[in-house]
């Protein structure tokens, strides 16, 4: 089987397009890779993808978690120690980065990576040599340096928490995911495609309303959270999916979110009075509870729990059509 089949990575919306164009150009060459993106979006299913389409592909790639890794643990376990380095050390051990060796090395969530560690591994990176605790000879390593981060690493360099010159080693190439809400050309197919591995028996579809809900949510847990929810309405559903077996949050955040974020602005713009502020969040509630319902004032009001004429003042008041 081709390598690439096996991931399944879906790229459908044009940004997801380019970055996987980009990845392409810069799998062949062995720069070192930055992946930054919110919980979810795939940052680790990319960095396999990286991984498999470069030259490096029929060796090892090693994982490393670094928020799930004591920080006391964390130098012997990527460097390696030797017999009697610590009490505990009864015989030698191979440090993560010597496991790599000739492949790649993913670190996951390098923000948590330990400052008193950095120089080490800045070290370790610029030299491609490895020092095991309480070793004397360095061990020459050959490996790929693939990192991923979910929060901005030059604010934390700012902050004096990550050392800048580790920062411009790891960010030679930065790959910005965006969150899936910024992608919603992908939404459909990554339903369909995990509708097929979490139900291949079924010919399930998907409603034309309850796709459009799940295309509307915004997703915080992005594309981790969209496969939770299609694995638990695949293991329900038969047939076809409705609205009515959407989980709760995915059916009410839809309109909520959109009028959170249609008056973003009120809440960030300095200059709003009380008043006008109320103004916006009204406009907005009204826009929505009229788009809900295809323009029909009646339903409207209905839903806002106001009467016909109290909602066409405040239309009127506020100058929609
Ligand atoms: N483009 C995609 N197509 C198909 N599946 C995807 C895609 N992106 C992510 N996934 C799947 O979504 C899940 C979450 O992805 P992944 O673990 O790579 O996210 P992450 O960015 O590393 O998250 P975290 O920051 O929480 O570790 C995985 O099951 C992964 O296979
Ligand atoms: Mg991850």
Redesign the pocket.
Known sequence: MHPHHSL????TSDV?RSILGRIDTIATSDSSVLLI?E????????AEYIHRTGPRSDKPLVKVGLSALPPELLESELFGHERGAYTSAASEKKGLFELADTGSIFL?DIDDFPIALQAKLLRVLESREVMRVGGTTPIPIDVRLIT?T?VDLKELVNRGVFRSDLYYRINVVPLVIPPLRERKD?IPP?IH?FLQRYAPDKQINVAGDALRTLVDYSWPGN??EL?NVVQRMALFADGEIQLKDLPPEVREDAPLDMIAKACQRCFTEENMTFDQVVACLETNLLRQALREANGNRTHAAKALGMSLSTLRDKLKKHNIE
């Open positions: 399944a990575l879906i790229a997801m993106g919980t979810g979006v795939g940052k680790e299913l990319i996951d991923a979910k992908d990554i495609h594309i981790r496969r």
